[in-house]
């Protein structure tokens, strides 16, 4: 036997971790074979100010502040904008 683990992020305002959990926990009895055990927990929660929120989503999904048209700056906004049209 071997284990294997993932990690999985997930940023929203709000959320019901439990429903969360539940739905994981359904999604992988469902579609994994029978002979497989899986489990599925919440850990923990960081809060993030706006500037931490903007770093993780550049760091991990690829998305700066400048590509989203939420950066502080009004250089960077005209460059983002200059860049779209």
């Not at 990690?7 to 959990?21: E, K, P, Q, Y």
């Not at 760091?59 to 049209?85: C, L, N, Q, W």
């Amino acid at each position: 036997m071997q284990k294997f683990s993932f990690s999985v992020d997930i940023v929203a305002d709000t959320l019901d971790r439990d429903g969360v959990v539940d739905s994981l926990r359904s999604c992988l009895s469902d579609n994994l074979p029978g002979d497989v055990h899986a489990n599925v927990k919440a850990g923990e929660v960081k809060a993030f100010s706006e500037q931490g929120y903007k770093v993780w989503r550049a760091r991990v999904t690829g998305v700066t502040a400048e590509a989203a048209g939420d950066a502080a700056s009004p250089k960077a906004k005209a460059k983002a904008e200059e860049a779209v049209a």
